[in-house]
Protein backbone atom coordinates (compact mmCIF):
# COMPACT_ATOMS: atom_id res chain seq x y z
CA UNK A 1 0.00 0.00 0.00
CA UNK A 2 1.27 3.66 -0.94
CA UNK A 3 0.56 6.42 1.78
CA UNK A 4 1.06 9.63 0.77
CA UNK A 5 1.05 12.35 3.63
CA UNK A 6 0.95 16.24 3.73
CA UNK A 7 2.68 18.72 4.76
CA UNK A 8 1.79 22.01 5.08
CA UNK A 9 -1.19 21.55 2.93
CA UNK A 10 -4.25 19.73 2.49
CA UNK A 11 -4.57 20.12 -1.13
CA UNK A 12 -6.20 16.19 -1.15
CA UNK A 13 -7.88 16.37 -4.42
CA UNK A 14 -4.48 17.25 -6.14
CA UNK A 15 -3.06 14.28 -4.34
CA UNK A 16 -6.13 12.36 -4.92
CA UNK A 17 -6.40 12.44 -8.83
CA UNK A 18 -3.23 11.56 -9.52
CA UNK A 19 -3.29 8.10 -6.87
CA UNK A 20 -7.11 7.44 -8.50
CA UNK A 21 -5.06 7.90 -12.21
CA UNK A 22 -2.15 5.23 -11.04
CA UNK A 23 -3.68 3.06 -8.71
CA UNK A 24 -7.20 3.20 -9.74
CA UNK A 25 -8.50 3.96 -5.94
CA UNK A 26 -7.48 6.22 -3.40
CA UNK A 27 -8.92 6.52 0.20
CA UNK A 28 -8.49 10.07 1.98
CA UNK A 29 -8.16 10.55 5.54
CA UNK A 30 -8.22 13.84 6.36
CA UNK A 31 -7.65 13.54 10.23
CA UNK A 32 -4.56 11.99 9.87
CA UNK A 33 -3.43 14.36 6.84
CA UNK A 34 -2.68 11.34 4.13
CA UNK A 35 -3.96 9.49 1.47
CA UNK A 36 -3.76 5.80 0.81
CA UNK A 37 -3.87 3.67 -2.52
CA UNK A 38 -4.47 0.10 -1.36
CA UNK A 39 -2.97 -0.83 -4.67
CA UNK A 40 -0.04 0.86 -5.07
CA UNK A 41 3.54 -0.32 -4.06
CA UNK A 42 5.05 -0.63 -0.25
CA UNK A 43 6.28 3.03 -0.07
CA UNK A 44 5.18 6.48 2.22
CA UNK A 45 5.90 10.09 0.21
CA UNK A 46 5.93 13.25 1.69
CA UNK A 47 4.28 16.14 0.25
CA UNK A 48 5.37 19.08 1.69
CA UNK A 49 4.40 22.88 0.81
CA UNK A 50 6.90 25.07 2.60
CA UNK A 51 7.29 28.88 2.78
CA UNK A 52 9.71 28.27 0.19
CA UNK A 53 9.55 25.34 -1.14
CA UNK A 54 7.34 22.33 -2.59
CA UNK A 55 8.46 19.12 -2.30
CA UNK A 56 7.26 15.06 -2.80
CA UNK A 57 9.98 12.74 -1.14
CA UNK A 58 10.18 9.26 -0.04
CA UNK A 59 11.40 8.26 3.12
CA UNK A 60 15.32 8.58 2.04
CA UNK A 61 14.89 12.14 1.50
CA UNK A 62 15.18 11.33 -2.29
CA UNK A 63 12.71 13.19 -4.85
CA UNK A 64 11.71 16.37 -6.23
CA UNK A 65 11.86 20.27 -5.18
CA UNK A 66 11.04 22.77 -6.05
CA UNK A 67 10.23 26.98 -5.36
CA UNK A 68 7.30 27.29 -4.10
CA UNK A 69 4.64 29.92 -6.57
CA UNK A 70 3.01 32.62 -5.65
CA UNK A 71 0.02 31.30 -7.28
CA UNK A 72 -2.63 28.66 -5.53
CA UNK A 73 -3.42 26.99 -8.93
CA UNK A 74 0.43 26.53 -9.90
CA UNK A 75 0.86 24.72 -6.40
CA UNK A 76 -1.58 22.20 -7.39
CA UNK A 77 -0.26 21.79 -10.89
CA UNK A 78 3.57 21.58 -9.36
CA UNK A 79 2.28 18.96 -6.59
CA UNK A 80 0.65 16.64 -9.31
CA UNK A 81 3.48 17.23 -11.62
CA UNK A 82 6.25 15.91 -8.93
CA UNK A 83 4.16 13.07 -7.25
CA UNK A 84 3.32 11.83 -11.49
CA UNK A 85 6.97 12.05 -11.61
CA UNK A 86 7.66 9.65 -8.35
CA UNK A 87 4.86 7.40 -9.67
CA UNK A 88 6.18 7.51 -12.92
CA UNK A 89 9.46 6.09 -11.76
CA UNK A 90 8.33 3.79 -8.89
CA UNK A 91 5.93 1.86 -11.08
CA UNK A 92 7.63 2.51 -14.19
CA UNK A 93 4.03 3.64 -16.14
CA UNK A 94 3.31 6.67 -18.17
CA UNK A 95 0.37 8.46 -19.24
CA UNK A 96 -0.80 9.69 -22.18
CA UNK A 97 -1.67 13.04 -20.40
CA UNK A 98 0.86 12.69 -17.69
CA UNK A 99 0.25 14.84 -14.83
CA UNK A 100 -2.74 16.28 -16.58
CA UNK A 101 -5.75 15.30 -14.57
CA UNK A 102 -8.64 18.22 -15.68
CA UNK A 103 -10.80 16.96 -18.09
CA UNK A 104 -10.09 20.52 -20.35
CA UNK A 105 -6.43 19.97 -21.62
CA UNK A 106 -7.22 22.62 -24.07
CA UNK A 107 -8.14 25.56 -22.48
CA UNK A 108 -4.35 24.96 -20.85
CA UNK A 109 -3.55 25.18 -24.45
CA UNK A 110 -6.01 28.36 -24.91
CA UNK A 111 -5.15 30.16 -21.53
CA UNK A 112 -1.31 30.29 -22.96
CA UNK A 113 -2.40 31.12 -26.67
CA UNK A 114 -4.11 34.02 -25.00
CA UNK A 115 -1.19 34.47 -23.18
CA UNK A 116 0.98 34.90 -26.18
CA UNK A 117 2.86 32.13 -26.41
CA UNK A 118 3.67 30.18 -29.21
CA UNK A 119 2.55 27.02 -30.01
CA UNK A 120 6.43 25.82 -29.53
CA UNK A 121 6.61 27.61 -26.01
CA UNK A 122 3.00 25.61 -25.34
CA UNK A 123 4.26 21.75 -26.62
CA UNK A 124 7.11 22.30 -24.24
CA UNK A 125 5.74 22.97 -21.57
CA UNK A 126 2.89 20.43 -22.06
CA UNK A 127 5.84 17.69 -22.48
CA UNK A 128 8.73 18.90 -20.33
CA UNK A 129 6.47 19.82 -17.41
CA UNK A 130 3.44 18.25 -17.62
CA UNK A 131 4.62 14.91 -19.03
CA UNK A 132 2.32 15.10 -21.82
CA UNK A 133 3.00 12.59 -24.19
CA UNK A 134 4.30 14.43 -27.73
CA UNK A 135 1.45 12.70 -29.67
CA UNK A 136 -1.11 14.48 -26.79
CA UNK A 137 0.22 17.68 -27.00
CA UNK A 138 0.11 17.64 -30.89
CA UNK A 139 -3.44 16.78 -30.21
CA UNK A 140 -4.14 19.09 -27.56
CA UNK A 141 -2.75 22.38 -29.75
CA UNK A 142 -4.69 20.90 -33.23
CA UNK A 143 -8.03 20.37 -31.09
CA UNK A 144 -7.70 24.17 -29.64
CA UNK A 145 -6.97 25.47 -33.25
CA UNK A 146 -10.36 23.64 -34.13
CA UNK A 147 -12.27 24.61 -31.25
CA UNK A 148 -11.34 28.18 -31.54
CA UNK A 149 -12.22 27.82 -35.10
CA UNK A 150 -15.43 26.93 -34.46
CA UNK A 151 -16.21 29.09 -31.45
CA UNK A 152 -15.59 32.32 -34.03
CA UNK A 153 -18.93 31.11 -35.55
CA UNK A 154 -20.83 32.64 -32.31
CA UNK A 155 -21.92 36.17 -31.67
CA UNK A 156 -21.96 37.51 -28.35
CA UNK A 157 -25.56 36.58 -27.26
CA UNK A 158 -25.39 33.55 -28.93
CA UNK A 159 -27.17 30.53 -27.71
CA UNK A 160 -27.40 26.93 -27.72
CA UNK A 161 -30.73 24.74 -27.09
CA UNK A 162 -30.54 21.21 -25.97
CA UNK A 163 -33.37 19.05 -25.52
CA UNK A 164 -32.81 15.80 -23.30
CA UNK A 165 -34.98 12.62 -23.97
CA UNK A 166 -34.08 9.94 -21.34
CA UNK A 167 -35.30 7.17 -22.75
CA UNK A 168 -33.67 3.96 -24.42
CA UNK A 169 -35.20 0.54 -25.09
CA UNK A 170 -32.39 -0.89 -23.15
CA UNK A 171 -29.13 -0.54 -21.07
CA UNK A 172 -25.38 -0.69 -22.49
CA UNK A 173 -23.56 -2.54 -19.64
CA UNK A 174 -21.06 0.69 -19.78
CA UNK A 175 -23.96 3.14 -19.84
CA UNK A 176 -23.07 6.45 -17.66
CA UNK A 177 -25.41 9.06 -19.17
CA UNK A 178 -28.36 9.80 -17.31
CA UNK A 179 -30.41 6.96 -17.72
CA UNK A 180 -31.58 5.72 -14.77
CA UNK A 181 -34.96 6.38 -16.50
CA UNK A 182 -33.39 4.88 -19.29
CA UNK A 183 -35.13 1.27 -19.77
CA UNK A 184 -38.53 0.72 -21.60
CA UNK A 185 -41.13 2.75 -20.16
CA UNK A 186 -45.43 2.59 -20.80
CA UNK A 187 -45.91 4.82 -23.76
CA UNK A 188 -47.68 7.50 -21.81
CA UNK A 189 -44.51 7.87 -20.05
CA UNK A 190 -43.10 9.08 -23.37
CA UNK A 191 -46.12 11.63 -23.87
CA UNK A 192 -46.20 12.84 -20.33
CA UNK A 193 -42.18 13.31 -20.49
CA UNK A 194 -42.31 14.99 -23.71
CA UNK A 195 -45.39 16.75 -23.04
CA UNK A 196 -44.05 18.12 -19.64
CA UNK A 197 -40.71 19.13 -21.73
CA UNK A 198 -42.37 21.36 -24.34
CA UNK A 199 -44.48 22.78 -21.59
CA UNK A 200 -40.89 24.12 -20.03
CA UNK A 201 -39.74 25.47 -23.18
CA UNK A 202 -42.40 27.14 -24.56
CA UNK A 203 -43.03 28.93 -21.10
CA UNK A 204 -39.62 30.16 -21.27
CA UNK A 205 -39.44 30.98 -24.95
CA UNK A 206 -42.86 32.90 -24.32
CA UNK A 207 -41.48 34.72 -21.32
CA UNK A 208 -40.37 38.29 -20.81
CA UNK A 209 -37.12 37.52 -20.20
CA UNK A 210 -36.55 35.87 -23.70
CA UNK A 211 -38.40 38.33 -25.32
CA UNK A 212 -36.24 40.96 -24.33
CA UNK A 213 -33.38 38.73 -24.96
CA UNK A 214 -34.09 37.85 -28.62
CA UNK A 215 -34.62 42.38 -28.88
CA UNK A 216 -31.50 42.57 -28.17
CA UNK A 217 -30.42 39.89 -31.07
CA UNK A 218 -30.26 36.57 -29.29
CA UNK A 219 -30.32 33.80 -31.31
CA UNK A 220 -30.25 30.37 -30.86
CA UNK A 221 -27.34 28.65 -33.16
CA UNK A 222 -27.33 25.00 -32.46
CA UNK A 223 -30.27 22.80 -31.41
CA UNK A 224 -29.01 19.49 -29.85
CA UNK A 225 -31.85 16.72 -29.25
CA UNK A 226 -29.67 14.10 -26.98
CA UNK A 227 -30.34 11.16 -24.81
CA UNK A 228 -30.71 8.52 -24.61
CA UNK A 229 -32.11 7.21 -27.60
CA UNK A 230 -34.01 10.34 -28.47
CA UNK A 231 -35.83 8.02 -31.89
CA UNK A 232 -36.87 5.14 -29.59
CA UNK A 233 -39.63 7.22 -28.11
CA UNK A 234 -42.82 6.01 -28.66
CA UNK A 235 -44.77 7.12 -32.19
CA UNK A 236 -47.20 9.40 -30.30
CA UNK A 237 -44.49 10.94 -28.16
CA UNK A 238 -42.18 11.52 -31.08
CA UNK A 239 -44.62 13.11 -33.33
CA UNK A 240 -44.97 15.44 -30.19
CA UNK A 241 -41.81 16.42 -30.18
CA UNK A 242 -41.27 16.86 -33.53
CA UNK A 243 -45.01 18.83 -33.77
CA UNK A 244 -43.17 20.66 -30.31
CA UNK A 245 -39.91 21.65 -32.73
CA UNK A 246 -42.28 23.03 -35.45
CA UNK A 247 -43.97 25.84 -33.53
CA UNK A 248 -40.41 26.41 -32.24
CA UNK A 249 -39.25 26.37 -36.02
CA UNK A 250 -39.06 30.57 -36.10
CA UNK A 251 -36.70 30.47 -32.92
CA UNK A 252 -34.43 27.76 -34.56
CA UNK A 253 -34.20 30.19 -38.08
CA UNK A 254 -30.69 30.75 -37.65
CA UNK A 255 -29.63 28.13 -36.26
CA UNK A 256 -26.26 26.63 -38.09
CA UNK A 257 -26.97 23.07 -37.09
CA UNK A 258 -29.99 20.97 -35.55
CA UNK A 259 -28.87 17.78 -34.40
CA UNK A 260 -30.60 14.75 -32.94
CA UNK A 261 -28.75 11.89 -31.44
CA UNK A 262 -30.70 8.90 -33.17
CA UNK A 263 -27.40 6.94 -30.99
CA UNK A 264 -28.45 2.95 -31.29
CA UNK A 265 -28.33 1.58 -35.05
CA UNK A 266 -30.98 -1.12 -34.30
CA UNK A 267 -33.74 1.95 -33.63
CA UNK A 268 -33.03 3.46 -37.33
CA UNK A 269 -35.75 3.06 -39.84
CA UNK A 270 -36.75 4.84 -42.96
CA UNK A 271 -39.65 6.50 -41.74
CA UNK A 272 -38.10 8.16 -38.88
CA UNK A 273 -35.14 9.47 -40.73
CA UNK A 274 -37.90 10.77 -43.05
CA UNK A 275 -40.10 12.59 -40.21
CA UNK A 276 -36.53 13.87 -39.10
CA UNK A 277 -35.40 15.18 -42.63
CA UNK A 278 -38.84 16.74 -42.65
CA UNK A 279 -38.35 18.29 -39.49
CA UNK A 280 -35.16 20.09 -40.33
CA UNK A 281 -32.81 17.97 -38.48
CA UNK A 282 -29.23 18.41 -40.06
CA UNK A 283 -26.92 16.40 -38.67
CA UNK A 284 -27.75 12.81 -37.45
CA UNK A 285 -25.48 11.05 -34.83
CA UNK A 286 -25.26 6.86 -35.00
CA UNK A 287 -23.67 5.09 -32.47
CA UNK A 288 -21.84 2.07 -33.54
CA UNK A 289 -19.69 2.60 -30.63
CA UNK A 290 -17.63 -0.69 -32.18
CA UNK A 291 -18.47 -2.55 -35.44
CA UNK A 292 -17.28 -6.31 -33.69
CA UNK A 293 -20.30 -7.84 -32.73
CA UNK A 294 -18.29 -9.77 -29.77
CA UNK A 295 -17.32 -6.36 -28.34
CA UNK A 296 -20.39 -5.09 -28.99
CA UNK A 297 -22.46 -8.43 -27.11
CA UNK A 298 -19.99 -7.82 -24.18
CA UNK A 299 -20.91 -4.61 -23.95
CA UNK A 300 -24.74 -5.45 -23.74
CA UNK A 301 -25.42 -3.39 -27.14
CA UNK A 302 -28.47 -5.59 -29.03
CA UNK A 303 -27.26 -4.94 -32.06
CA UNK A 304 -24.18 -5.93 -34.30
CA UNK A 305 -22.36 -4.44 -37.15
CA UNK A 306 -25.01 -5.11 -39.69
CA UNK A 307 -27.56 -3.20 -38.21
CA UNK A 308 -24.81 -0.13 -37.93
CA UNK A 309 -24.15 -0.26 -41.35
CA UNK A 310 -27.35 -0.38 -42.83
CA UNK A 311 -28.46 2.76 -40.11
CA UNK A 312 -25.52 4.50 -42.01
CA UNK A 313 -26.44 3.84 -45.63
CA UNK A 314 -30.21 4.71 -44.43
CA UNK A 315 -29.27 8.05 -43.13
CA UNK A 316 -27.23 8.46 -46.19
CA UNK A 317 -30.08 7.22 -48.41
CA UNK A 318 -32.53 9.69 -46.59
CA UNK A 319 -30.39 12.55 -47.16
CA UNK A 320 -28.51 14.08 -44.01
CA UNK A 321 -25.90 16.60 -44.77
CA UNK A 322 -23.83 15.35 -41.49
CA UNK A 323 -23.68 11.61 -40.11
CA UNK A 324 -21.57 11.66 -36.69
CA UNK A 325 -20.48 8.48 -35.40
CA UNK A 326 -19.27 7.41 -31.54
CA UNK A 327 -16.92 4.88 -31.34
CA UNK A 328 -15.49 3.52 -27.75
CA UNK A 329 -11.65 2.45 -27.16
CA UNK A 330 -11.37 0.09 -24.46
CA UNK A 331 -14.57 -2.15 -24.26
CA UNK A 332 -14.04 -5.43 -22.36
CA UNK A 333 -12.31 -7.46 -24.93
CA UNK A 334 -11.18 -4.82 -26.81
CA UNK A 335 -7.62 -3.70 -27.57
CA UNK A 336 -5.41 -1.05 -29.88
CA UNK A 337 -6.23 -3.39 -33.05
CA UNK A 338 -10.04 -3.21 -32.53
CA UNK A 339 -10.39 0.19 -32.50
CA UNK A 340 -7.98 0.79 -35.69
CA UNK A 341 -10.43 -2.01 -37.00
CA UNK A 342 -13.54 0.13 -35.99
CA UNK A 343 -12.09 3.45 -37.31
CA UNK A 344 -10.98 1.99 -40.79
CA UNK A 345 -14.78 0.71 -40.95
CA UNK A 346 -15.94 3.99 -40.21
CA UNK A 347 -14.14 5.32 -42.69
CA UNK A 348 -14.76 2.91 -45.71
CA UNK A 349 -18.88 4.48 -44.58
CA UNK A 350 -17.19 8.15 -44.76
CA UNK A 351 -19.22 9.62 -41.93
CA UNK A 352 -18.36 13.52 -41.80
CA UNK A 353 -17.20 13.42 -38.37
CA UNK A 354 -16.59 10.74 -35.60
CA UNK A 355 -15.80 10.55 -32.16
CA UNK A 356 -13.20 8.12 -30.77
CA UNK A 357 -14.70 7.79 -26.97
CA UNK A 358 -12.38 5.71 -24.40
CA UNK A 359 -14.24 3.92 -21.76
CA UNK A 360 -15.17 5.68 -18.80
CA UNK A 361 -17.23 2.94 -16.91
CA UNK A 362 -19.12 4.27 -13.95
CA UNK A 363 -18.15 5.42 -10.73
CA UNK A 364 -17.57 2.44 -8.11
CA UNK A 365 -18.23 -0.59 -10.99
CA UNK A 366 -15.90 -3.25 -9.16
CA UNK A 367 -14.29 -4.06 -12.59
CA UNK A 368 -13.39 -0.42 -13.33
CA UNK A 369 -10.70 -1.03 -11.17
CA UNK A 370 -9.26 -4.06 -12.70
CA UNK A 371 -9.99 -2.23 -16.66
CA UNK A 372 -8.01 0.46 -15.11
CA UNK A 373 -5.33 -0.88 -13.97
CA UNK A 374 -5.31 -2.88 -16.94
CA UNK A 375 -1.54 -2.20 -18.97
CA UNK A 376 -3.07 0.59 -21.41
CA UNK A 377 0.40 0.34 -23.53
CA UNK A 378 -1.42 -0.98 -25.83
CA UNK A 379 -4.73 0.75 -26.32
CA UNK A 380 -3.03 4.25 -26.43
CA UNK A 381 -1.14 2.85 -29.43
CA UNK A 382 -4.28 2.32 -30.70
CA UNK A 383 -5.65 5.38 -30.12
CA UNK A 384 -2.78 7.23 -31.55
CA UNK A 385 -2.95 4.88 -34.63
CA UNK A 386 -6.16 5.49 -34.91
CA UNK A 387 -5.66 9.90 -34.73
CA UNK A 388 -2.58 9.48 -37.41
CA UNK A 389 -5.28 7.59 -39.60
CA UNK A 390 -7.90 10.21 -39.33
CA UNK A 391 -5.88 13.17 -40.08
CA UNK A 392 -4.19 11.31 -43.37
CA UNK A 393 -7.85 10.61 -44.23
CA UNK A 394 -7.95 14.85 -44.00
CA UNK A 395 -10.31 14.73 -40.77
CA UNK A 396 -8.85 17.39 -37.95
CA UNK A 397 -9.16 17.19 -34.07
CA UNK A 398 -11.86 19.12 -32.29
CA UNK A 399 -13.42 19.22 -29.12
CA UNK A 400 -11.50 17.23 -26.24
CA UNK A 401 -12.48 16.22 -23.19
CA UNK A 402 -11.53 13.98 -20.51
CA UNK A 403 -13.47 11.74 -17.81
CA UNK A 404 -12.56 11.60 -14.46
CA UNK A 405 -12.20 7.69 -14.17
CA UNK A 406 -11.31 7.32 -17.74
CA UNK A 407 -9.47 4.23 -19.36
CA UNK A 408 -5.99 4.81 -19.80
CA UNK A 409 -6.33 7.79 -18.97
CA UNK A 410 -6.80 8.99 -22.06
CA UNK A 411 -9.54 11.18 -23.98
CA UNK A 412 -12.64 11.84 -26.17
CA UNK A 413 -12.30 13.35 -28.85
CA UNK A 414 -13.93 14.38 -32.01
CA UNK A 415 -12.25 14.17 -35.66
CA UNK A 416 -14.03 15.88 -38.38
CA UNK A 417 -13.71 17.37 -41.94
CA UNK A 418 -13.29 20.50 -42.37
CA UNK A 419 -16.17 22.48 -41.63
CA UNK A 420 -18.13 19.44 -40.30
CA UNK A 421 -18.18 18.59 -36.69
CA UNK A 422 -20.74 19.60 -33.69
CA UNK A 423 -20.80 23.45 -33.12
CA UNK A 424 -23.00 22.21 -30.10
CA UNK A 425 -20.82 19.87 -28.45
CA UNK A 426 -17.61 22.50 -28.72
CA UNK A 427 -19.69 25.13 -27.58
CA UNK A 428 -21.24 23.04 -24.77
CA UNK A 429 -17.30 22.13 -23.64
CA UNK A 430 -16.28 25.64 -23.51
CA UNK A 431 -18.01 27.34 -21.10
CA UNK A 432 -18.23 30.50 -23.61
CA UNK A 433 -21.98 30.29 -24.74
CA UNK A 434 -24.94 30.08 -23.40
CA UNK A 435 -27.27 27.24 -23.29
CA UNK A 436 -30.40 26.86 -22.61
CA UNK A 437 -31.22 22.98 -21.52
CA UNK A 438 -34.95 21.45 -21.11
CA UNK A 439 -35.58 17.80 -19.75
CA UNK A 440 -34.10 15.49 -16.88
CA UNK A 441 -30.86 16.41 -16.22
CA UNK A 442 -30.60 19.21 -18.45
CA UNK A 443 -28.11 22.03 -17.82
CA UNK A 444 -28.88 25.35 -18.47
CA UNK A 445 -25.42 27.81 -18.03
CA UNK A 446 -25.45 31.54 -18.13
CA UNK A 447 -21.81 32.66 -19.26
CA UNK A 448 -21.92 35.95 -16.94
CA UNK A 449 -18.21 37.08 -17.93
CA UNK A 450 -15.04 35.53 -19.40
CA UNK A 451 -14.78 32.45 -16.90
CA UNK A 452 -17.92 32.75 -14.87
CA UNK A 453 -20.08 30.57 -15.18
CA UNK A 454 -23.18 30.08 -13.95
CA UNK A 455 -25.15 26.61 -13.87
CA UNK A 456 -28.93 24.98 -13.28
CA UNK A 457 -29.22 21.34 -14.02
CA UNK A 458 -32.72 19.96 -13.94
CA UNK A 459 -33.47 17.09 -11.70
CA UNK A 460 -32.26 13.66 -12.72
CA UNK A 461 -35.07 11.52 -12.30
CA UNK A 462 -37.76 12.02 -14.97
CA UNK A 463 -40.65 12.00 -12.53
CA UNK A 464 -39.08 14.66 -10.22
CA UNK A 465 -38.57 16.60 -13.08
CA UNK A 466 -42.36 16.54 -14.85
CA UNK A 467 -43.51 17.91 -11.00
CA UNK A 468 -41.14 20.76 -10.70
CA UNK A 469 -41.40 22.03 -14.11
CA UNK A 470 -42.78 24.71 -12.96
CA UNK A 471 -40.52 25.88 -10.28
CA UNK A 472 -37.23 24.96 -12.92
CA UNK A 473 -39.51 27.39 -15.83
CA UNK A 474 -39.07 30.07 -12.77
CA UNK A 475 -35.64 29.37 -11.51
CA UNK A 476 -34.37 29.50 -15.45
CA UNK A 477 -35.85 33.06 -16.24
CA UNK A 478 -33.98 34.24 -12.94
CA UNK A 479 -31.02 32.94 -13.96
CA UNK A 480 -31.32 34.45 -17.58
CA UNK A 481 -32.31 37.98 -16.31
CA UNK A 482 -29.21 37.98 -14.39
CA UNK A 483 -26.66 40.64 -15.81
CA UNK A 484 -22.99 39.82 -16.88
S1 LIG B 1 -27.79 3.73 -25.90
FE1 LIG B 1 -26.49 5.22 -24.89
S2 LIG B 1 -27.77 6.26 -23.39
FE2 LIG B 1 -28.84 4.38 -24.00
S3 LIG B 1 -28.24 2.86 -22.46
FE3 LIG B 1 -26.81 2.67 -24.20
S4 LIG B 1 -25.08 4.02 -23.65
FE4 LIG B 1 -26.79 4.56 -22.29
Avoid at 263 to 279: K, Q
Avoid at 417 to 425: F, Q, S, T
Amino acid sequence: MLEVRLRGHALFFAVQDLLQLFFGRAETDEAAGLLRAPRGPTLVLTSTVGEEEVSTLRADGRGPRAPRPADERLLRRLLRVQLYEVLARETGRSFPWGSLTGIRPTWLVRERRLAGWSQLAIARELVRFYHVMPARARLALAAERTERQQLDLLKPGDVLLYLHIPFCPSRCGYCSFVTATGVARPATEHRDYVAALLRDMEDFFGSDVWHRRAAAGCRIRALYVGGGTPISLAPEAFELLLAGLDRAAPLLAEARELTIEAGRPDCVTPAILARLREAGFTRICINPQSFDDHLLAAAGRPHGRRESEAAFALARAAGFPEIHMDLIGGLPGGTGATLLADVRRALELGPESLTLHALAPKRGADWWETENFRESTDLVAGFDAATRLLRRRGYRPGPLYRQKRILAGLENCTHALPGRGGLYNTAMLSDEADVLGFGASAMTKRVLAPGRVKRLAAPRDLRLYMARVAELGRRRRELWEENG
